[in-house]
């Protein structure tokens, strides 16, 4: 239960109203366990990243999923995407870049 609250304190602190934090927890869920990291942690990286991205709240399970699939198709994992993250989202969300081939960029590079 105390993961759930984190997860939801970092949902509204990222300005998530209550139904798009609803909405969102399905898809965080799945990825913290697939990233082997708590909730909260979970929900901090994703929703950073989807900052950067400009990307609305009501896509959170759609970016939940393309960090999965990337942590667990390459040689990184989720916290370490997050981190590359951190790096380059902003520079690719300038060139125009989506998060899609941001991430397979990062990929590519964790598996080089």
């Known amino acids: 239960m105390t ?5 939801q304190a970092f949902l509204a602190m990222a300005g998530y109203d209550t139904n798009s934090i609803l909405e969102s927890m399905p898809g965080l869920l799945n990825l913290a366990a697939s ?16 900052s950067a991205f400009n990307i609305e709240a009501e896509r959170t ?7 999965a ?27 125009g870049l989506s998060i899609e081939d941001t991430a397979a960029a990062i990929m590519a590079v964790s598996d080089a």
Do not use: C, F, H, W
């Open 35 to 50: 990233g082997n990291v708590d909730l909260g942690r979970a929900a901090d990286i994703t929703t950073n990243i989807m």
């Open 69 to 95: 699939y990337a942590s667990a198709n390459a040689n990184t994992n989720l916290e370490q995407m997050g981190e590359a993250m951190k790096y380059v989202a902003p520079t690719s969300n300038t060139l």
């Open 3 to 7: 993961q759930a609250a984190e997860a």
């Open 61 to 67: 399970g759609e970016v939940a999923d393309i960090l």
